[in-house]
């Protein structure tokens, strides 16, 4: 049954000018970015830059609030990573939702409120990548999803920018303000037409599609492309955990949790949540290290979302990939460099190098291309079960560097950043042998290639 949609899918698209229509092209091979379009992708990534906020907090606050509430490093590892366990439980259930809907006291407090920010992030950072995949044209779609690691890399850097100057319960009450502005914008913008497809909405599906794609546009292609891949996917059960493992999701899932695997333990949150001790550590100063840091990642994760309908997915990773391997190397050297006490006055500023070309690479592809990879190569019926186990598995590595992180730089701080280096480089070669590229081509032919056998 999977392989006659696959070979009927892959029939149409050579018979089909401009080949289907998850983007509404009717034909034309293209279509544009209408308001309702620009508006939903706006409201989703609202929570994208709550999510980035709150990554970011934890390395602005961290001299305030162990000051203030005289923590420990054990305990303000806590903090720092219970964002990650909130976001564990939260990807343990986002699929399904998506797919039905005294000073120690203190720090208590403070705990049990990173813990719930991380439940939300857990379910956003499934929702929001997936959301934006299914309502805009195939054409944009890769520019459109990255803008969720875009919003992701402007609260990191807003977060690190104001709370260079403001307190850190000051910093909390403004991470407040596009959590609003999400709550409102939602009664504004439509349900995934691939949603309503899925759930039996036939009508309101077709009338979501018309009005994302505007009211004069033919959407008939695509309606009729979204109804006979749902309707095939109808008989076949709703896929639960377990049936992931079988063969014919084998490279989905490969790629997707390959992907995420790789991304964390990269060390990217540790290098996030902890870039202002980062910097103190390699003897250099730890606001203008995070105000450098600000400068160099939007315009690299704007760069990204240009590129990514232009060079494609696998490019912009590899090169990322890269970039992500050297800035850990230069760190690394930076450290080395100290504990043999040779190039004193320059080791700072290799540190400084190091964690710039590090963000500024992961910034450009490997920040936000999982994400949009992820959310494109599981065919529909899976894709609940599927988003849960990759989220889940990002958020577990998140988890582990995040907590870890602080202990294994009191350890070895050029150990930890030669390991970052020896796992980024293991990255270039996987996406080099394994990940697709699905630059061009609608979600269901992407689907029905991955997932061809019976």
Known sequence: MEEGLSSSLLKEKSQVHGGGSSGGESGSGSASATSAVVLSTFVAVCGSYVFGSAIGYSSPAQSGITNDLGLSVAEYSLFGSILTIGAMIGAIMSGKIADYIGRRG?????????????????????VVPVYIAEITPKNLRGGFTTVHQLMICIGVSMTYLIGAFLNWRILALIGTIPCLVQLIGLCFIPESPRWLAKTGKGIESEAALQRLRGADADISEEAAEIREYTETLERLSEGGILELFQR????????????????????????????????????????????????????MTLLGVLLMDKSGRRPLLLVSAAGTCLGCLLAALSFLFQDLQQWIKATPFLALVG????????????????????????PINMKGSAGSLVTLVSWLGSWIISFTFNFLMKWSSTGTFFAFSAICSLTVLFVAKLVPETKGRTLEEIQASMNPFS
């Open 106 to 126: 203190a720090a208590w407090w403070l705990d049990l409120g990173r813990l719930l920010v991380g439940y939300g992030m857990g379910l956003l950072s499934y």
């Open 248 to 299: 014919k999701y084998a490279h989905s899932l490969i790629v997707g949790v390959g992907l995420m695997v790789l991304q964390q333990f990269g060390g990217v949150n540790g290098i996030a949540f902890y870039a202002s001790s980062i910097f103190i550590s390699a003897g250099f100063s730890g606001s203008i290290g995070m105000i450098a840091m600000v400068v160099i990642q939007i315009p």
């Open 355 to 378: 964690v710039l070309v590090y963000t500024g690479s992961f910034s450009l592809g490997m920040g936000g291309i999982p994400w949009v990879i992820m959310s494109e190569v599981f």
